[in-house]
């Protein structure tokens, strides 16, 4: 079977989830907002909302730990975090696609993110989906 980048972002949140499980909440999370870390590769990273929405790691951007991120909306003004969070607390994990600017590339690319709830807390990893 051919591998998909999505299959990376999942297998990325399932081994987050083991560190998280393994180490406990706190030191996880500080690991999966540490941008030398070990869930930091290339373009992936973990990212992990608690289940109201708020930011609690972030790999490329510890700036954003601690800020609410339930309304935030991609480029073409979908409240996607908020299905993130629909999809995880009823379902418990899943798939959400949204719109995402990607810095190298300097412009709006679609990305695929796929989420986990482990505890109180969802894990997340989103990869885009146009590399050309």
Not at 82 to 90: F, G, K, L, R
Request: with cysteine.
């Amino acid at each position: 079977m051919e591998e998909r980048p999505e299959d990376y972002a999942k297998y990325w949140v399932e081994q987050a989830i083991k560190f998280y499980k393994a180490v406990g909440k706190q030191v996880a999370l500080a690991e999966f907002s540490n941008p030398n870390g070990m869930f930091i590769q290339g373009e992936m990273y973990i990212f992990v909302l608690s289940s109201t929405g708020t930011m609690l790691a972030h790999g490329v951007n510890e700036r954003f730990v601690g800020i609410d991120f339930s309304d935030v909306k991609d480029s073409d003004g979908k409240s996607f975090n908020t299905e993130i969070m629909a999809a995880a607390n009823s379902k418990g994990s899943g798939w959400v696609e949204y719109k995402w600017y990607h810095p190298r590339r300097n412009r709006v690319l679609p990305k695929k993110a796929y989420f986990e709830k482990v505890e109180d807390v969802i894990v997340c990893s989103a990869i885009y989906l146009d590399e050309d």
